[in-house]
Nanobody, 124 residues
Framework: QLQASGGGLVQAGGSLRLSCAASGRTSSTYNLGWFRQAPGKEREFVAVVNWNGVSTNYADSVKGRFTISRDNAKNTVYLQMNSLRPEDTAVYYC???????????????????WGSGTLVTVSS
């Protein structure tokens, strides 16, 4: 199971840090990603980190502003979001890609488990 938290209301230019705690199978054996879905839009890839935190990949829209990281001792993945923009407003979901430890995949269909989501609202 995955449980995301840390969302909230923030002004443009501000920062938030999302957390996602994994339970059950040891999280260090698979990749973890973040996706988001804005109102009226499809779910989109945000970032992914490999099993040991060495490799990461980001959507162009967040590159340089967001940082994904993980702490396997705590079975938790984080998404540090800086310089937030109104267009970052969305429900953010963490997800587990059980089929990969090194290949960083962006397709939502590749991820088997999903957290419940946490809402991020950025005001202008």
């Amino acid at each position: 199971q995955l449980q995301a938290s840390g969302g909230g209301l923030v002004q443009a230019g501000g920062s938030l840090r999302l957390s996602c705690a994994a339970s059950g199978r040891t999280s260090s054996t698979y990749n973890l990603g973040w996706f988001r879905q804005a109102p009226g839009k499809e779910r989109e890839f945000v970032a992914v980190v490999n099993w040991n935190g060495v490799s990461t990949n980001y959507a162009d829209s967040v590159k340089g502003r967001f940082t994904i990281s993980r702490d396997n001792a705590k079975n938790t993945v984080y998404l540090q979001m800086n310089s937030l923009r109104p267009e970052d407003t969305a429900v953010y979901y963490c997800a587990a890609d059980l089929g990969s430890t090194w290949v960083l995949r962006r397709g939502s269909s590749e991820y088997e488990y999903w957290g419940s989501g946490t809402l991020v609202t950025v005001s202008s």
